[in-house]
């Protein structure tokens, strides 16, 4: 099989799949000193170096199978044109890049009308997954799973004794998935990062003190990759002025864009996804540094180290927000791709994808197991936190929750993921919403027309006129 691109994702990819027990790799980079620089490296690896993309194609035995790892956009495309001149009907080329999945169905539309194969797949674990062992995501044709999922399987992460692969569903599902997995990082990560701030604003705690906070919490329910990850950033000191290394880091998040992407697609979709919007926001508001630094002198709290005295019990129920609020950031991803695959026609096993992201990539965790089980029990579960494991947590944690959510409000230390995952929790569970007063609103203002409570049929009243009510046709 061949690997084309041999950035750091390319070239670790490469170097695990030679790793395995009757792998020959070829690999092909479009600068050749790359290529050349990874095969002297790494003579264990018995790489078919190349230099073009006809004697990439001849090193390969048919069916070809090769993984393209370049920058997703114009350079995907660029390089699947070139490969589709030089391979064959039944070869399949697989996009592991970040790849916008709607990028993907028209590359696997494309790529299919000459004969050949076409997978996107997510792949998760950044440098060192992909090295050890990532979570893999591939969409794409069944056909092209029974030639793939031998040798996906072979290098993806293993959890639990089983590797962390599945096939998604067709075309851009596998992408698809990937994106929203990158979107619940970003929720989890910044539902963490406010945990943080809480804790050491709230506490007065130093990093390295709330780095054991954070050990201690990865012994327990919460236990995860990004909480440990989390940890030992808390701990380093910076070598060069002896504080703490957060401390030193400018506080502007940087994204790649695959959390926007996450929105973006669920606000088509009509999918509320408020943690990870409100995470992906909050990199934003960081990244202004002009709006902050005016912004400054604004009125507000200071916000006072309140529980220095008592920190313990705080922080106890930060800990329970903050699984509360994961559950709802989880619940609200995998509703996105419930949508997604009702939208894009996939038939996507919402058990196995957690399963999948056990082991490999970023957001693995322990806690996946309980998602598996509840789409296990019931597959067309509407709301994943209504699954009762996810109820009986979101009982323990409810006093909690909304207290530290009040304290965020009443100190001004920002919250905004906690928050807005408490509000969306409680406009779920709302017996009636102010959405009817939005329908009367829409209704005046432009005869959007509404549905009534105790009788069928779609109504309009004539606010300008005499404000009788009349029968309408739906204009939603
Ligand atoms: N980094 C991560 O943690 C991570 C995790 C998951 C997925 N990914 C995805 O994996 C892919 C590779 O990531 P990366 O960080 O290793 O590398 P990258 O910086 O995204 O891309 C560099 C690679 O793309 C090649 N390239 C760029 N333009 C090209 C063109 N027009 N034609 C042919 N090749 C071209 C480069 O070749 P030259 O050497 O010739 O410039 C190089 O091999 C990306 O899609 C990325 O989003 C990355």
Known sequence: MGVVGLAVMGSNLARNLASREGNTVAVY?????????????????????????????????????????????????????????????GDIIVDG??????????????????????????????????????SLMPGGSDESWVTLG???????AVAEGEPCVTHIGHDGAGHFVKMVHNGIEYADMQLIAEAYDLI????????????????????????????????????????????????????QAGAKGTGAW???????????????????????????????????????????T???????????????????????????????????????????????VAKIWRGGCIIRAQFLNRITDAYRAEPDLPVLLTAPYFVDALTRAQEAWRRVVTISAQTGIPAPAFSSSLAYYDGLRAERLPAALIQGQRDFFGAHTYKRIDKDGTFHTLWSGDRTEIEAEDTH
């Open 200 to 251: 050491r604003r709230g506490t007065g705690k130093t990093p390295a003190e709330i780095a054991d906070v954070f050990a201690e919490w990865n012994r327990g329910e919460l236990e995860s990759y990004l909480i440990e990850i989390t940890a030992e950033v808390l701990r380093q000191v910076d070598a060069e002025t002896g504080r703490p290394l957060v401390d030193v880091i400018l506080d």
């Open 29 to 89: 980079n479009r600068t050749t000193a790359k290529t050349d620089e990874l095969v002297a490296e790494h003579p264990e690896a018995g790489f078919v170096a190349t230099d073009s993309y006809v004697t990439f194609a001849q090193a390969l035995t048919r069916p070809r199978t090769a993984i393209i790892m370049v920058k997703a956009g114009r350079a995907t495309d660029a390089v699947i044109d070139e490969l589709v001149h030089v391979f064959e009907p």
């Open 97 to 134: 890049g970040n790849s916008l999945f709607t990028d993907t169905i028209r590359r696997e539309k494309a790529v299919r009308e000459t004969g050949i194969n076409f997978v996107g797949m997510g792949v998760s674990g950044g440098e060192e997954g992909a090295l050890l062992g990532p």
């Open 306 to 352: 309140a529980f220095a005295d008592d920190p313990d019990a705080f922080i106890e129920e930060v800990r329970l927000a903050l699984y509360a609020s994961k559950i709802v950031a989880y619940s609200q991803g995998f509703d996105e791709i419930r949508a997604g695959a009702a939208e894009y026609d996939w038939s996507i096993d919402l058990g196995e």
């Open 150 to 156: 031998p040798i996906l399987r072979s290098i993806a």
């Open 262 to 304: 996450t929105v973006q697609t669920a606000l088509s979709l009509g999918v509320p996804v408020s943690g990870i919007a409100e995470a992906t926001f909050a990199r934003s508001l960081s990244s202004h540094p002009e709006q902050r630094s005016v912004s400054r002198e604004l009125p507000g709290p200071d916000a006072a």
